[in-house]
């Protein structure tokens, strides 16, 4: 749409996802929503919205934060489907439900429903949609192809408080789909057999709410990495380079929570929510991606009725080769504990920073 003034997607827990017109075409400002989308899976909320009524419950709906795809082909500034030009707009429902929704929003007046993913066939492992989208481009037999990826999202078994968690039904899972069709193009889950696009790894037991961490290692401009954490301690790790979806791999980096050789119950019952961030670095042993990521339980954020010790982790991951992944599974004895901040200070320090 040649010209177009920008617009904003905002999701709403009134049950919608709202596309407003930031300014009109002569730069003055607007505010007006242009069009709304009602998920069916949200419309039971609205009596409740509706009534409003003392004491009630807030219903969630479309609580997920809209992510955009989008393709400039001749690099114009402009979007012009005559062009070849294209502006996808994805958003789950995160606590609202189990659903992920595509749009294509090319007209941002005139918007399209691409596909609908929902807790079945394929996602049969799909839990609440936490996991905001990532888009971004990987190999295929047919050349490049845009994808979006994402966690299994979460499971309200690990609401409860007080008490050390336990494995998960649903959310332990992690899929790759076509971006504009939405069909499985890869995922892992629970299980020691898979094959073709199908991974399974027999430690992924816990649901995974947060956003992946995606990179390019390579420079090439494809996908080809994501890190992620789960709500058992464990931070993975994909790899998911090449066109031949049987040699992606998902391995187990690191074990910090309850499933580590030396957790000590609740005290270790720590839990990944947020996206972590990959740093690409050295130091005096070579070459490392550095894995920042924070633990702490979202549904419980002053830790009522627990006593779990969360940290902030910078993992070294030395394997910085595509596909060269491997099952790590550090612990927490093998980090170097620095709250102290040792390494500034004028007494002896013995921290093994390798």
């Not at 949200?42 to 009596?47: F, I, N, S, V």
């Not at 479309?62 to 992510?67: E, K, Y």
């Not at 979806?245 to 839990?271: E, F």
């Not at 990521?293 to 080769?321: C, E, H, Q, Y």
């Amino acid at each position: 749409m040649p010209d177009a003034p920008p617009f904003l997607a905002v999701a709403t827990n009134g049950g919608m996802l709202r596309m407003i017109r930031n300014t009109r075409t002569g730069g003055g400002e607007s505010g007006e929503e242009v069009w709304a989308f009602m998920p069916r899976a949200a419309m039971e909320a609205q009596k409740v919205l509706r009534a409003n009524g003392t004491g009630m419950p807030h219903p969630y709906t479309v609580d997920g934060a809209p992510v955009t795809f989008i393709q400039d082909r001749n690099h114009d500034g402009s979007i012009v489907a005559a062009d070849g030009d294209r502006v996808y707009l994805y958003v789950g429902m995160r606590r609202g439900g189990k659903n992920y929704y595509a749009f294509d929003v090319t007209d941002p007046m005139n918007p399209k429903l691409m596909w609908t993913i929902s807790k079945t066939g394929d996602f049969a492992e799909l839990g609440y949609t936490f996991s905001n989208p990532r888009v971004g481009l990987v190999d295929s037999a047919n050349g490049r192809r845009p994808v979006v990826m994402f966690a299994g999202g979460y499971d309200l078994n690990k609401d409860q408080r007080g008490v050390l968690g336990s494995d998960d039904s649903e959310g332990n899972a992690i899929y790759i789909v076509d971006a504009e069709t939405g069909q499985l193009v890869w995922k892992a889950r629970r299980g020691s057999s898979g094959s073709g696009s199908i991974f399974e790894h027999p430690k992924l037991l816990d649901s995974i709410p947060s956003t992946l961490a995606v990179g390019d290692t390579d420079g090439d401009g494809t996908t080809d990495r994501f890190y992620v954490g789960d709500t058992g301690g464990n931070v993975w790790r994909g790899d998911i380079a090449g066109p031949d979806t049987s040699k992606w791999k998902l391995t187990l980096l690191a074990s910090l929570g309850r499933h580590a050789p030396t957790a000590m119950g609740i005290v270790s019952d720590r839990r990944f929510f947020h996206r972590p961030d990959i740093v690409p670095s050295r130091d005096g042993n070579g070459l490392f991606d550095g894995v920042v990521i924070g633990s702490g339980n979202r549904p419980n954020p002053l830790d009522r009725g627990g006593m779990t010790v969360d940290f902030a982790f910078m993992l070294k991951d030395r394997r910085t080769g595509a596909g060269s992944g491997v099952d790590q599974a550090i612990d927490l004895a093998q980090l170097g504990d620095v709250t102290s901040n040792c390494l500034q200070s004028s007494s002896p320090c013995s921290v093994d920073l390798s």
